[in-house]
């Protein structure tokens, strides 16, 4: 093992004790190494060593350090100097020092556990508390090895002098818009609204809105969603095109909202790669049977229940069409109201205007040609209804959501009238565990078809098992993921204070059960939205695939391979498919396993490795995973200046 890789074999038994590796006889205050994929604030039990860390150009790279002491910390202050080399310096401003915490009140059958959120301001309650460094390294570094500090103590107590080692090696990322890794994170406006208690479309609520979608462009995500219709599943309490009644059966159309958004969103994260627009969801499906009190209901069972009502929800709308805001002239008083269903043909008449609108919208910042129309799910519009939209949208693709993919089973026309340009599954998925049986790559698939993990989903992880996430999905049959909260989280608290529900549990009538957005990649910070631990497990992981990528993209094309030669072809294959192996044994499959499985189908039910992953993730953190991270990199930029940047982008 490197001399720059911390150990992490005390990492996972060292909860509860902690250190004196550096130590101010005043305060108490401990400074430790710990391993970046510790699942918790635990301390190593060697010597202080420096935080070491590798990285490429372009990307972002995190260590870190645990600070502890015998009573809560307080006013803990951390300061990073620039980081300098022989050939140049990573400005103090590129490095971003950020401190662990618990959620409080959270839900405890989704919610995330232990330490997972990244606040910008250490918390006063703690007397542990993990210190997150995390450099930005510029496209412009040169390679080598950049040194610098982290000063860290508390007021009253002698300042601790942390060493910090990053080490940027010769490859360079692409910038994030030009990512091949499908990552989709889901935008929820009225989370924020929820957990900040703020007024939808006020200045603060837009400053909130700017700031997740930061966070979700900086993870490759390059999806928008534009609800024409509020109440979906997505828990929007209102549509982002506002009908303005004009006399007894006239509307006026206000688009601002949308535009907006639109704006925001592009501004924050990058041009979109899908836009979609949401004008169905399953509310306006129209349940038989009548509405009979909870009261009469033998079976008492909650998820019983729970389906009753979301059915109730449903029944009570029979007869109803699609619900959007309706304002008044001065754009205030929003109400909702119900317009005729989309098999009226009174409807088209009413809806022609909006879409006009939206088209003009998208026209104007050059992305009418990535719009689609959400959403379908397990549940599916009625012919008319969708024969109503094909016509007022123009045809444009439909985005699909469901447990099952209807282009895997072939079902690339619904109904025959409009086909599905975007979809994420849960079941109909491919996976290759030993590459020497099979070897498949997803990211070279043609249509946007990702990986749901649904419930608990990417919440309840482990750091190995969501840092190879997206690889084990490249590495099979799928672009990445797909349908993962951003700012999703659990808003809506109970009259004790706990995390109860998410937005979208306010409309029963469009709970989709299990595929609900049950897990989110970031946080309630004090000021807004942060990230967590697993967000930036995930983007580490993310940044591997991209090199991967560069290397299959040359060992699969016959004209590339040639240019490689044998040994550099073989180096990479030898290394890539020693990476695909140990993902598994991440997730707790042992070696006999591994080497008996090839390509499996719908790995969630058929390779279920529950109970397992624990395992899998210490084995991993004492793997030598560094190094493999290094020698991917080294490999990349290797195949980079062997073929050139242009003849590897020109394919």
Known sequence: MRSYIATGAAAMILATTSATSAEDSSTSLRISNSDLLSSADVAESAGLQP??????????????????????????????????????????????????????GTDSRYGPRGIDILLESPPTDRSTISLWVTVKVPKESKPGIYKGSLTVGVAGGEAIEIPVEMKVLEWTLPDTGSWRTWVEMIQSPDTLAAEYDLQLWSEEHWRMIAQAFKLIGEMGSRVIYVPLICHTNHGNEQSMVRWVAQGTDGYEHDFSIMDRYLDVAITQMGDPKIVVVNAWDVYLNEPEGDIVPDSEVTDRRSHVLSNKRMQDARRALRGKGPAVTLVDSQGENATVFNLPRYEDPACRKLWQPVWSGVRQLMEQRGIADKMMIGMFTDDWPKKQEMAALNELSGSIPWVSHAHWSATQRGRTKLYDLASVGYESTVWDTTVTVNPALNRTYGWQRPAFVARHYRKAGVNRMTPSEIRGLAEVNITGNQRGLARIGGDFWYAIKDKRGRRAGNVSDRYPQSLWRNLDIRASLLAPGPTGPVATVRYEFLREGVQECEARIVI?????????????????????????????????????????????????????????????TAGGNEWFINSDWQERTEDLFVAAAEVTKRLGATDLQDR
């Not at 803990?76 to 662990?100: C, F, H, M, N, W």
């Not at 072809?569 to 192996?581: F, G, K, N």
């Open 51 to 104: 935080i070491s860390i590798v990285g490429v150009r372009n990307g972002w790279f995190s260590g870190k350090v645990v600070a502890s002491s015998l009573r809560v910390i307080e006013d803990l202050k951390a300061q990073i100097s620039d980081l300098k080399s022989e050939t140049g310096t990573i400005p103090a401003d590129q490095v971003q020092i950020r401190y662990g915490a618990p959620w409080s």
């Open 552 to 612: 299959e993209q040359a060992l699969t094309d016959e004209a590339l391979r040639r240019k490689l030669g044998t040994d550099l072809a073989s180096r990479c294959q030898t290394l890539l498919d020693e990476r695909q192996i140990c993902l598994w044994k991440a997730q707790g499959l042992s070696d006999k396993e591994i080497q008996s499985m090839g390509t499996v189908n719908n790995p969630g039910r058929s390779l279920d490795t529950r109970g397992r």
